[in-house]
């Protein structure tokens, strides 16, 4: 079992930036690969950012390659997500996400997730 807890929401203006932490429960937090997702009112969960067991390796959605960064560190069970250059569209509920297999971008296929944060960028 492993409880998410995530942090680091609020409000931003357009440009600005936000780093948004995940601190999961539990000693297999490293055996995980972690994602952050999104959702905005009346949209769908979105995949957004991944991070593998190890940390080497990620992958991200279009929308926010060169903008955002995801890390982790297992030693203190933390995922981040590092957010620059805000957009009004990056306004949503973000929610990060547990996985035991590499390469998911469905948040269906995650075993375990968060209560999620709000961030909004004002324009």
């Known amino acids: 079992q492993v409880q998410l807890v995530e942090s680091g929401g609020g409000l931003v203006q357009a440009a600005g930036s936000l780093r948004l932490s995940c601190v999961a429960s539990?000693?297999?937090?490293?055996?995980?690969?972690m994602a952050w997702f999104r959702q905005a009112p009346g949209k769908e969960r979105e995949f957004v950012a991944a991070?593998?067991?190890?940390?080497?390796?990620?992958f991200y959605t279009d929308a926010v390659k060169g903008r955002f960064t995801i890390s982790r560190e297992n030693a203190k069970n933390t995922v981040y997500l590092q957010m620059n250059s805000l957009k009004p569209e990056d306004t949503a509920g973000y929610y990060c996400?547990?996985?035991?297999?590499?390469?998911?971008?469905?948040?269906?296929?995650?075993?375990?997730w968060g209560q999620g944060t709000q961030v909004t960028v004002s324009s």
């Open positions: 991070v593998s067991w190890g940390g080497g390796t990620t």
């Open positions: 539990g000693r297999t937090f490293s055996t995980y690969t």
């Open positions: 996400g547990a996985c035991r297999v590499w390469g998911v971008r469905i948040g269906a296929g995650y075993d375990y």
